[in-house]
């Protein structure tokens, strides 16, 4: 995101390349962005650049005509020609100034100043994620205090003056974002200062700024002897202008915005604890994480644990423990769906042979008092000679419909028991024929 540093840059770029160089037009902004129209057109106007904390100041500046070049000869101005005017950005997370040529324009390039001179070049305003703002005829936010590099003695007497404020009852990591007391820190310088000094990112601001008041006060060095000390060991305040303005000495002088990699390499091995592995990171209140090493302070948020830079090794998927071929319904525990019975896998057929079974004979009725039985009446009816001897039908077995066939040898001694009944109860109805005779 763009600090302090980096919209200095920003303002230094647009100074240097745009020195000497004279636009003319309209002033485009495109269709896809939400910020405001800039009503500003000229037959010639220059461009220049100044910042202050997180805010950068565009002037549109109208070229005076000299004699001889205007219409009239009388180098009067037309009335046409507007005042100069101010356009105030607030980059946001991605914002940026760029001068190409016109058929280089950047994609995202939501504001357009066209030069004059042939071929046309153009300056535009590039913010991929579009979270940055401009205001016409705009100035500094008034709620915005003083700049850290460059009204450094403003910005010290601001801080000291006011820490009975609310906001230095909280943590210092969240007090250093403030850009009412901060102008122009952000994410990356906070954790910087805050490693330098050793001191834990959740400790109460008021308590850290106090000691600065205190030393102030009872301090009986003279000056050279003061900037001395301030040079070896300087304190919070000192270091909230000096990191800034160490970023701003790694430039190589193409400015903030800029496509090349390399251009970034210094910057990455300055950096001592923001995204350095090794170092631990938390979230304050603001969902902002601060990296920093050591003690978080006492104003940690309760319940997350200080976390390390892990790499980010992508997960390995688990290996099916299922034979090929056999699948398995996955029933999800759905309310709204309806229940779905899991299919039962059949058993295995065991290698030892058993014998059928053979389900229980059904319980016969009760028989009311006084009825026969078949048998009964059969033996009957052959006392009386009036019937004929029957064999008795065979019991039927209630086996089950899957039992195998008996084999042959119990049929045979099936037959055999059958004769031998019959035999036994012919001799039987001879024998009482007999005696009836």
């Keep these: ?30 269709e896809v962005s939400k910020n405001p129209a800039v009503p500003f057109e000229s037959d010639g106007y220059v461009v220049s650049s100044t910042s202050r904390g997180k805010e950068l100041k565009l002037t549109l500046a109208p070229v005076k005509r000299e004699k001889g070049h205007s219409p009239s000869g009388d180098g009067i101005r037309p009335n046409r020609d507007p005042k100069a005017m101010d356009v105030v950005f607030r980059f946001g997370m991605s914002g940026g100034f760029k001068l190409v040529p016109v058929a280089e324009m950047p994609k995202h390039a939501h504001l357009r100043f066209y030069s004059k001179e042939k071929p046309v070049r153009v300056l535009c305003y590039v913010d991929v994620r579009r979270f940055g703002r401009w205001e016409v005829d705009g100035d500094w936010q008034a709620e915005r205090g003083p700049c850290v590099m460059l009204e450094y003695q403003k910005f010290r007497e601001n801080v000291l003056r006011n820490l009975s404020d609310k906001a230095f009852e909280k943590p210092i990591c969240e007090a250093l974002l403030n850009q009412k007391y901060f102008n122009g820190i952000g994410n990356y310088l906070r954790a910087e200062i805050l490693h330098r000094l050793k001191i834990p990112p959740f400790e109460k601001a008021r308590t850290v700024l106090e000691e600065l008041q205190h030393q102030e006060k009872a301090s009986d060095l003279t000056l050279s002897k003061k900037v001395k000390l301030k040079r070896e060991n300087p304190d919070l305040l000192e270091l909230c202008h000096i990191v800034p303005m160490e970023v701003i000495n790694l430039d190589s002088g193409k400015g903030y915005y800029s496509d090349h990699p390399e251009d970034h390499t210094a910057f990455e091995k300055w950096l001592q ?26 104003m940690a948020p309760k319940g997350d644990k200080p976390r390390k830079k892990r790499l980010q090794v992508k997960a390995i998927p688990e290996v099916s423990k299922e034979k090929p071929g056999r699948k398995r319904l996955q029933v999800k525990n759905d309310p709204l769906s309806p229940k779905i019975k899991k299919p ?7 290698k030892t042979k058993t014998p059928p079974k053979v389900a229980e004979e059904t319980k016969r009725p009760r028989r009311k008092p006084g009825t026969k039985t078949a048998k009964e009446r059969e033996d009957a009816a052959m006392a009386n000679g009036t019937g004929t001897p029957k064999t008795r039908p065979r019991r039927k077995s209630s086996v089950l419909q899957d039992s195998p066939v008996t084999d042959s040898g119990s049929r045979k001694k099936q037959a055999s028991t059958r004769k031998k009944r019959a035999k036994a109860a012919a001799a039987t109805t001879r024998s009482r024929r007999v005696k009836i005779e």
Aim: net charge positive; with cysteine; proline share 8%.
């Design 1 to 30: 995101m763009p600090e302090g540093p980096e919209l200095f840059l920003t303002s230094r770029y647009i100074n240097a390349v745009c020195r000497g160089l004279v636009f003319a037009g309209k002033v485009e902004k495109s």
């Design 273 to 298: 604890c923001y995204f350095v592995p090794g170092m631990k990171s938390l979230s304050d209140s603001n969902g902002r994480t601060i990296w920093f090493e050591g003690d978080p302070g006492p």
């Design 344 to 350: 039962t896998m059949a058993r295995k057929k065991s």
